[in-house]
């Protein structure tokens, strides 16, 4: 069974930047989909940038431009940076997966919904 452990979260303030880490281990496939999802107090989880083994990469509208998923294939790692941050950005980040990239396809990167492997989570907090 794969586990994906998030770090690098923490309080910054509004204009800051971060940059979350997601390692992997456990998991064989070469073909996958990892998206990186929050969720803030009382809201519903939001997938806000996904890429997947074929370079696509996709993000949602309240964090393009300013948030840059990319990967490292040598240290089996995701990471997420996060530049120009809002309050508004607060909230649990989560690593997820999609090994086999079977559930994700057809624009279904950002759909939180059908990622089956998660990590713990990362507290992002924005606040001056």
């Known amino acids: 069974e794969g586990q994906l452990v998030e770090s690098g979260g923490g309080e910054v303030q509004p204009g800051g930047s971060l940059r979350l880490s997601c390692v992997t281990s456990?998991?064989?496939?070469?073909?996958?989909?990892m998206s990186w999802v929050r969720q803030a107090p009382g809201k519903e989880r939001e997938g806000v940038a996904a890429?997947?083994?074929?370079?696509?990469?996709t993000y949602s509208d309240a964090v393009k431009g300013r948030f840059t998923i990319s990967q490292d294939n040598t240290k089996n790692t995701i990471y997420l940076r996060m530049n120009s941050l809002k309050p508004e950005d607060t909230a649990m980040y989560y690593c997820?997966?999609?090994?086999?990239?079977?559930?994700?396809?057809?624009?279904?990167?950002?759909?939180?919904?059908?990622?089956?492997?998660w990590g713990q989570g990362t507290q992002v907090t924005v606040s001056s």
């Open positions: 997820a997966a999609d090994p086999g990239y079977c559930n994700t396809r057809g624009n279904r990167l950002l759909d939180w919904k059908a990622y089956k492997h």
């Open positions: 890429l997947d083994s074929e370079g696509q990469k």
């Open positions: 456990g998991f064989t496939f070469t073909k996958f989909a």
